[in-house]
């Protein structure tokens, strides 16, 4: 693996991290924007990310429970040299929202816009052109499949998913996923480069809908709300079953306040369409669930402005 630049395609919560870490890391980064994009909001998170990693770098020195695991490795932590990689991260990252510019001589590209097929397939035929010959596509989705979007790439070859968690500089993992024309060349480098910027590599050798975190997660947090919707118990009662059941740090209605309530939402308005990229098993599993049900707590917590943590109170009131 050589890759020496990456174009992070979105400049979103994730594609701003996405970004963000790999600048830390060292790598030169174009965030390839739209032109109707507001700029000026994508440097704000850049820079909120900054203070955040700053923060977290000084929190890491006296406390090694705070560990963030995509800053340093706990045994050869240098505050000073990541203070500096965390200043120069933001020098590394460029924001352009021309396609020609943003995309010459990229090796990379790492997609992360909308989790919609037919905007990602669009994308896709709007820069194929444009790509170097060298350049590997990887997407940030965490639903769709590889194969669904491959041929709009026009190099199906050097093209799989990447997917990266929230907070990634905390939460370390990332997806890598192939599909059936995906050369091993490609999925062997990009778990190389995964390790180059401090992630840990997470290979999925076949498809699958939800990949690894989300086909676990998901139906999870799903089950739950099901015993929410159809009254068998409360959120704190079926949180304190799993936690004290299993010894997890939190619940399913913790994990939601978390994430959020109008990301809960959506999760749960997706998996009520069970959309044709899910596999049929997955289907079977998802329709028998009260989705009414569901939105309808939801969506009574979302109007009175409980959005969950960040917010203050969701499932349950957090202190400022």
């Known amino acids: 693996m050589n890759y020496k630049k990456i174009v992070v395609a979105g400049g979103g919560i994730l594609g701003s991290q996405i970004a963000y870490q790999t600048a830390y890391c ?23 990310l900054h203070s955040t990693y700053v923060e977290a770098i000084n929190a890491m020195s006296d406390n090694k429970e705070l560990w963030c695991r995509g800053i340093a490795d706990i045994d050869n932590f240098n505050k000073e040299e990541c203070l500096k990689n965390a200043e120069e991260a933001l020098i590394r990252i460029k924001i352009i929202d021309d396609q020609n510019t943003a995309l010459d001589d990229a090796d990379l590209v790492v997609e992360s816009i909308t989790e919609n097929i037919d905007v990602k397939a669009e994308f896709y035929k709007s820069i194929a052109s444009l790509l170097p010959e060298k350049t590997v596509v990887v997407t940030n989705s965490s639903t769709l499949l590889p194969s669904k979007l491959a041929k709009f ?85 079926i949180d304190k079953a799993w936690t004290l059941g299993t010894g997890a740090p939190k ?70």
């Open 251 to 320: 619940g399913p209605f913790q994990i939601m306040d978390t994430v959020g309530l109008e990301t809960a939402k959506n999760i749960v308005l997706q998996y009520q369409k069970v959309p044709d990229i899910f596999d049929p098993l997955l289907k079977k599993m998802m329709l028998p669930y009260n989705y009414d049900g569901m939105l309808e707590i939801l969506n009574k917590y979302i109007e009175e402005g409980k959005l969950g943590k960040a917010a203050g109170e969701g499932f349950y009131k957090y202190d400022e």
């Open 153 to 237: 790439t026009g190099r199906p070859n050097k093209y799989l998913a990447m997917h990266f968690a929230n907070s990634i500089w905390k939460n370390n993992i990332s997806e890598i996923m192939k599909h059936s024309g995906t050369d091993d060349q490609y999925f062997n480098e990009i778990q190389e480069f995964a390790k180059s910027i401090k992630m840990i590599p997470l290979a999925a050798q076949e498809e699958k809908s939800g990949y690894l975190l989300n086909s676990m997660l998901v139906p999870f947090l799903l089950c739950a709300m099901d015993l929410l919707a159809n009254g068998v118990s409360d959120a704190q009662t």
């Open 26 to 48: 060292g790598y030169a980064v174009n965030i390839l924007v739209r032109k109707e994009d507001d700029q000026e909001a994508i440097k704000a998170k850049l820079d909120k």
